[in-house]
T-cell receptor, first 115, second 114 residues
C-alpha cells in the first residue's frame, strides 16, 4: 500500500546544478501536484497536472519544470538550482472532480539543500 | 483571493486535556476543508475532510466542524496524548481547482506534555 512515493528523500546540490525529483502514485489518480514548504510560508503549489501529458503552473512555478509522461509519475525538474530553492518538496495526488468527497494524498517529502 | 489562517501558531497542553485548533478562511465559496497532520520531517497525513454541506466530521478522538458563513473551522481533540504532538494544517481547494489544488494555513504546532 505505497500511495505516493517520492525519490530521493534528501539531496544537496551546488548552485547551478540540475536535478529531477520523481513522484510515483499507485492509486490511479488523475491529478498530481508539486508543493514546496518553507518556514513561515507554509505549503505553496509549484505545478500540477490534471492528466497524462498535461501540466499547469501553480502559485510559484518560476525556476521549475515538470513532466507527466505516464499517469502514475510526475517529475519536477530544476535546471539550474539556486539557494532560494532550498526547501522541502511534497508531491500529492487526488482523484478528479470538484466538491467530491475525495482527499488529496501526500508523499513523505524531499528535503533539498542548495549550497 | 482566498487566505487561510491558523491561530495560534503553537500550543502546549498537558496530557489528557481537551483542545481546539482554529482555522479561518476569507472566501466562504469552498467545496470542502481538509485537516492534515504533519510529524517532524514527515509528510502530510489527511485526518478529516468536511464537505461544504456538512457541519461536522468525526474520527476517533477528533472532531472537525465547519461554519462556512463565518469562515471558520475547528479541530477538536479529546483527551490529548503525547502522540498527538505534531503540526496540524488546514487547507481548502483553490476556487475552480481540483481537490489537491489547495491553499494551506501555516499550521498550529501542538505539543502535548506527559
Amino acid at each position: 500500500n505505497a500511495g505516493v512515493t517520492q525519490t530521493p528523500k534528501f539531496r544537496v546540490l551546488k548552485t547551478g546544478q540540475s536535478m529531477t525529483l520523481l513522484c510515483a502514485q499507485d492509486m490511479n489518480h488523475e491529478y498530481m501536484y508539486w508543493y514546496r514548504q518553507d518556514p513561515g510560508m507554509g505549503l505553496r503549489l509549484i505545478h500540477y497536472s490534471v492528466g497524462e501529458g498535461t501540466t499547469a503552473k501553480g502559485e510559484v512555478p518560476d525556476g521549475y519544470n515538470v513532466s507527466r509522461l505516464k499517469k502514475q509519475n510526475f517529475l519536477l525538474g530544476l535546471e539550474s538550482a539556486a539557494p532560494s530553492q532550498t526547501s522541502v518538496y511534497f508531491c500529492a495526488s487526488s482523484p478528479p472532480g470538484q466538491g467530491l468527497p475525495a482527499e488529496a494524498f501526500f508523499g513523505q517529502g524531499t528535503r533539498l539543500t542548495v549550497v | 483571493k482566498q487566505e487561510v489562517t491558523q491561530i495560534p501558531a503553537a500550543l502546549s497542553v498537558p496530557e489528557g486535556e481537551n483542545l481546539v485548533l482554529n482555522c479561518s478562511f476569507t472566501d466562504s465559496a469552498i467545496y470542502n476543508l481538509q485537516w492534515f497532520r504533519q510529524d517532524p520531517g514527515k509528510g502530510l497525513t489527511s485526518l478529516l475532510l468536511i464537505q461544504s454541506s456538512q457541519r461536522e466530521q468525526t474520527s476517533g478522538r477528533l472532531n472537525a466542524s465547519l461554519d462556512k458563513s463565518s469562515g471558520r473551522s475547528t479541530l477538536y481533540i479529546a483527551a490529548s496524548q503525547p502522540g498527538d504532538s505534531a503540526t496540524y494544517l488546514c487547507a481548502v481547494p483553490r476556487y475552480g481547482g481540483s481537490q489537491g489544488n489547495l491553499i494551506f494555513g501555516k499550521g498550529t504546532k501542538l505539543s502535548v506534555k506527559p
